[in-house]
């Protein structure tokens, strides 16, 4: 099982960025896949997560200015964040978990660095 993340960037309060994670090595059609963050200091947590069949979660605090989405054929997921705010800085972190045998397991990818500036 693999995931990588791409698309961070450095970005003024107000602005937009679209994170991709690439999924590989597990049948991605039949998981759901969640969008972390961890901020300095502060603990990861959970953003956004798309189930398998396509329907979306957020946190209270980015809904209606982030949105989750998933290309099954292409095996990616995305995270399209408009208006940000500095406070939305943060590694972010694309997550599966995965049933290997009669394991469940959970994946991560590296992670993408996004800085908001004021």
């Known amino acids: 099982v693999q995931l990588v993340e791409s698309g961070g960037g450095l970005v003024q309060a107000g602005g937009s960025l679209r994170l991709s994670c690439a999924a590989s090595?597990?049948?991605?059609?039949?998981?759901?896949i969640g969008w972390y963050r961890q901020a300095p200091g502060k603990q990861r947590e959970l953003v956004a997560a798309?189930?398998?069949?396509?329907?979306?979660n957020y946190i209270d605090s980015v809904k209606g200015r982030f949105t989750i989405s998933r290309d099954n054929a292409k095996k990616m997921v995305y995270l399209q964040m408009n208006s940000l705010k500095p406070e939305d800085t943060a590694v972010y972190f694309c997550?599966?978990?995965?049933?290997?045998?009669?394991?469940?397991?959970?994946?991560w990818g590296e992670g993408t660095r996004v800085t908001v500036t004021s």
């Open positions: 090595g597990f049948a991605f059609d039949d998981y759901a």
């Open positions: 997550s599966a978990r995965v049933l290997v045998g009669r394991a469940w397991n959970n994946y």
């Open positions: 798309i189930t398998s069949g396509d329907s979306p």
